[in-house]
């Protein structure tokens, strides 16, 4: 009767490893897609360029945060994706091997959930004060506005100001924190092409972006700047009427805040069922172990 009693709840437990094992591999599924959506979709592509690991404005090349933060999801997909294998094959075949090496795994996957928590936590209040000097050197040192995207005699903005007209347009926001950061960018040709000897000379350089300015009821579109219809906001951009007022850095993190529930909720059930798997992989090895001890004897 004992001995049914352990054999039922060794079943019991097996099929709990199975289930949560399963769900890790959805879970791991479902993060290599985000992490390669994040790799190739146009959108973040723009933001790749937003985000450079380097604000030095001869390297454009190489990766951005938002690849690395691509790279970490994929990688975290995957390692999933193998933990639920190794999971699965350990409480169906019962290979003692398999178990060990996923609880070691799983062991090692809180540590660092558990370690990133922590430097998240602990860095947070610094986060603004590395990041937002970096994003206004990128501002100062390579900002050279969207019109030599019109005038083919003018050489092409690096990818790097590129994004910033992307992200100013799309967003409706104006510099890092506001419209006063473009007042010392370096290599911005401020000069206003649609300006004519009839109209006075305080209208022949812009102050402001272009694109913080409002162009009509366009729809925002990650792909296509409307270049034809940058003259409209020519106004705005001599004289701030109606420019955008909000940094770009407030709205990169309001668009996060708004996911920050889902993310933290989401986190926490997955490690809730990785201490369960491991707590569960554990009793499985021992009660295996007893279960040889018990009929050696």
Same mark, same amino acid.
């Given at each position: 009767?004992?001995?049914?009693?352990?054999? *039922?709840?060794?079943?019991? !437990?097996?099929?709990?490893?199975?289930?949560?094992?399963?769900?890790?591999?959805?879970? @791991?599924?479902? /993060?290599?897609?985000?992490?390669?959506?994040?790799?190739?979709?146009?959108?973040?592509?723009?933001?790749? %360029?937003?985000?450079?690991?380097?604000?030095?404005?001869? $390297?454009?090349?190489?990766?951005?945060?938002? %690849?690395?933060?691509?790279?970490?999801? $994929?990688?975290? &997909?995957?390692?999933?994706?193998?933990?639920?294998?190794? &999971?699965?094959?350990?409480?169906?075949?019962?290979?003692?091997?398999?178990? =060990?090496?996923?609880?070691?795994?799983?062991?090692? $996957?809180?540590?660092?959930?558990?370690?990133?928590?922590?430097?998240? #936590?602990?860095?947070?209040?610094?986060?603004?004060?590395?990041?937002?000097?970096? /994003?206004?050197?990128?501002?100062?040192?390579?900002?050279?506005?969207?019109?030599?995207?019109?005038?083919?005699?003018?050489?092409?903005?690096?990818? =790097?100001?590129?994004?910033?007209?992307?992200?100013?347009?799309?967003?409706? *926001?104006? @510099?890092?924190?506001?419209?006063?950061?473009?007042? &010392?960018?370096?290599?911005?040709?401020?000069?206003?092409?649609?300006?004519?000897?009839?109209?006075?000379?305080?209208?022949?350089?812009?102050?402001?972006?272009?694109?913080?300015?409002?162009?009509?009821?366009?729809?925002?579109?990650?792909?296509?700047?409307?270049?034809?219809?940058?003259?409209?906001?020519?106004?705005?951009?001599?004289?701030?009427?109606?420019?955008? %007022?909000? &940094?770009?850095?407030?709205?990169?993190?309001?668009?996060?805040?708004?996911?920050?529930?889902? #993310?933290?909720?989401?986190?926490? #059930? !997955?490690?809730?069922? %990785?201490?369960?798997?491991?707590?569960?992989?554990?009793?499985? *090895? *021992?009660?295996?172990?007893?279960?040889? =001890?018990?009929?050696?004897?």
């Amino acid at each position: 009767m004992g001995h049914g009693g352990m054999s *039922c709840g060794m079943k019991t !437990v097996r099929l709990i490893m199975v289930l949560f094992n399963i769900v890790f591999f959805l879970i @791991g599924a479902a /993060l290599l897609a985000l992490g390669i959506y994040v790799m190739v979709d146009p959108r973040f592509q723009k933001l790749k %360029e937003f985000l450079p690991l380097s604000t030095d404005p001869g $390297i454009t090349k190489g990766l951005s945060y938002l %690849e690395i933060m691509g790279i970490v999801i $994929i990688v975290l &997909g995957s390692v999933l994706l193998v933990v639920g294998f190794l &999971g699965c094959c350990g409480a169906l075949k019962q290979v003692k091997l398999f178990l =060990i090496c996923y609880g070691l795994i799983v062991a090692l $996957i809180i540590i660092v959930e558990v370690a990133i928590t922590i430097y998240f #936590v602990v860095f947070q209040a610094n986060f603004k004060i590395q990041f937002v000097p970096k /994003l206004q050197k990128t501002i100062k040192n390579t900002y050279e506005g969207p019109l030599a995207l019109i005038y083919e005699e003018m050489p092409k903005p690096s990818p =790097i100001s590129l994004a910033w007209d992307f992200i100013m347009y799309n967003f409706q *926001c104006c @510099g890092v924190e506001g419209k006063l950061d473009f007042y &010392g960018a370096t290599k911005w040709n401020r000069t206003n092409p649609w300006w004519n000897p009839l109209l006075p000379v305080t209208m022949k350089d812009f102050v402001y972006p272009l694109t913080c300015c409002p162009m009509g009821s366009l729809k925002q579109n990650w792909n296509n700047l409307p270049l034809d219809q940058l003259p409209q906001a020519v106004n705005c951009a001599l004289n701030g009427i109606n420019i955008y %007022e909000t &940094g770009c850095y407030s709205k990169l993190v309001d668009l996060l805040n708004s996911t920050r529930t889902w #993310v933290i909720a989401a986190a926490v #059930v !997955v490690l809730i069922i %990785e201490l369960l798997a491991f707590i569960f992989t554990m009793a499985l *090895c *021992c009660r295996e172990r007893k279960d040889t =001890i018990y009929y050696s004897s």
